[in-house]
């Protein structure tokens, strides 16, 4: 893979919209270092560097940085968490990108690496620590040689290591490559991993990395995408960034459109002003639903967010809004289905992701991710009954008990219930197992009660569950449960 050349990033679509990570992204050689530093690298370091580490904090929390990774919590805010007079602390980079749909911090590695290098200096400068671990997800080959490039060159030209640029300030960089497992993104989990254990969620509380977290020390957790924005925040300032995008939701954001769209691909937007029409038929954008199909659906935010309908189109990149509307914008990624969708096929495919993702801590989404998954074949596969449509509900209720999140229908006459959820798990696997599975149910019933025969073999018992198999029909035992 070596030498590899990647003329332009693959998936990457420019248009007018200001560009604050993906700059460099149209030069074929924007990952290396001769490159960076002839279009400003390295000036947003030295401006940090000019400064107080406080102010240099100070200006971030100004910023408003919302975490890329999914979350949206303000960067500065966070590392406000961190106790002053704790050492060592670390910082710890989240590039595990693997929630399905989601590609833009695979292009921020392979564009433009030292801009992540350079956001993890200045991130480490500003909260006063000198460890830093970037962690890559294992299977992005390209990503991990371009960082592990760029991190040579950095350290050759005394931008990263001992006295950096001549000054009392120093920070260590240490990449680690992923093996590849999803739930190994959820920060907690990305810590275990880190440490050598078997990459598995934390509690929390107690297990906050701000407080305790990498070798039980305070821990910063970043994004790919919130780092990359500091040297263009630290050049500009952010009163600048907030004149881009909205006061809540200032500055870009990266999203990855997948699915049915004329043109896939990854796109800066702007933040909270864009929206989903802008994107999926703007011709800047998409350009529209391929074949000119009508839309049926998309997920707004990666897999494990409830999908959206036609009806919530104008909504914007906001997380303000399009949570009260029942979904979220996660992790940027939009998966478009067009009106030829399967629609419990296309559930089926997400839900049996998060099933073989679970990491088998807790109970709900170990045993209940595999439940859906079963029962959510044998109704994909035509051996369902009517029974199993409640039952997809019943096992969804353990993970995830109370109201689920869906979006508005006009169609249906349905009212939005907002995100967030209940759940009875350690981390989002579980009711992300669930979550393909509600919408699909919720908002196109008609598509499961053409697909299922009115037999109903009983009220269902878990022991007769491990027992199924993903195509073969099977009789469940009728219980008695009460009611
Ligand atoms: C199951 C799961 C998977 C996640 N995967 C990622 C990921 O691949 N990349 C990422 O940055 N954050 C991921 N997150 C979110 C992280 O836990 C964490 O919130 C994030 O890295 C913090 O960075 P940010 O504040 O800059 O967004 C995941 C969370 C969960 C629950
Ligand atoms: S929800 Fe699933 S993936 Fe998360 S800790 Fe529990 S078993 Fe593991």
Not at 226 to 249: C, D
Not at 430 to 458: I, K, Q, Y
């Amino acid at each position: 893979m070596r030498g590899t050349p990647i003329p332009h990033a693959a998936g990457f679509v420019a248009n007018d919209t200001p560009q604050i990570v993906t700059s460099r992204f149209e030069h074929d050689d924007s990952f290396t270092l001769e490159r960076y530093e002839a279009t400003g690298g390295y000036q947003g370091l030295r401006a940090a560097l000019d400064r107080a580490p406080g102010e240099v904090h100070g200006e971030v929390r100004d910023a408003t940085v919302l975490g890329r990774g999914g979350a949206g919590f303000p960067a500065g805010i966070k590392w406000g968490f961190m106790p002053g007079d704790v050492w060592p602390k670390y910082l710890v980079v989240n590039g595990d990108e693997s929630e399905p749909g989601t590609y833009k911090d695979r292009l921020l590695m392979e564009r433009d690496p030292h801009q992540l290098i350079e956001g993890c200096l200045i991130a480490s400068y500003a909260v006063g620590l000198s460890q830093c671990f970037l962690y890559i997800r294992g299977e992005m080959a390209v990503a991990q040689e371009r960082v592990a490039d760029a991190l040579n060159e950095a350290y050759a030209a005394g931008y990263v290591g001992q006295n950096i640029l001549g000054t009392d300030f120093s920070v260590d960089i240490v990449l680690h490559w992923g093996a590849g497992a999803y739930v190994v993104g959820e920060e907690t989990a990305l810590i275990e991993s880190l440490e050598g254990n078997r990459g598995m969620p934390r509690l929390k509380p107690p297990y906050f990395p701000a407080a305790i977290g990498l070798y039980g020390k305070p821990t910063i957790v970043n994004n790919v995408e919130t780092l990359s924005n500091l040297p263009w925040i630290m050049n500009n300032g952010a009163a600048a960034y907030k004149e881009i995008g909205t006061e809540t939701s200032p500055g870009t954001r990266m999203v990855a459109v997948s699915g049915h769209v004329k043109r896939p691909g990854v796109f800066e937007i702007i933040n909270g002003t864009t929206t989903f029409r802008d994107l999926i038929y703007g011709e800047d954008y998409c350009g529209g639903i391929r074949d000119d199909n009508d839309l049926k659906a998309f997920v707004p935010g990666g897999g494990s967010a409830p999908w959206f309908l036609p009806d919530q189109l104008d909504l914007p990149f906001e997380g303000s809004q399009v949570g009260p509307q029942g979904s979220m914008l996660g992790s940027g990624a939009i998966m478009v289905m067009d009106s030829t969708t399967d629609i419990p096929k296309a559930a089926l495919s997400l839900t049996r992701f998060y099933a073989h993702e679970s990491c088998g801590k807790c109970v709900p989404c170990r045993e209940g991710g595999t439940w859906l998954e079963k029962i959510l074949s044998r109704v994909v596969y035509g051996h369902g009954s009517k029974r199993d449509l409640s039952l997809l509900l019943e096992v969804g209720q353990s993970i995830c008990p109370g109201d689920f999140p869906h979006a508005a229908s006009e169609r249906l006459g349905l009212e939005a219930v907002p995100f967030p959820y209940n759940m009875t798990t350690i981390c989002f696997v579980g009711p992300s197992a669930f979550a393909p599975v509600h919408s699909a149910l919720t908002l196109f019933p008609a598509e499961f009660a053409d697909r299922v025969s009115d037999d109903d073999p009983g009220t269902g018992l878990a022991g007769d569950l491990p027992s199924l198999s993903t195509s073969v029909p099977v009789e469940l035992k009728k219980v008695s449960t009460g009611d």
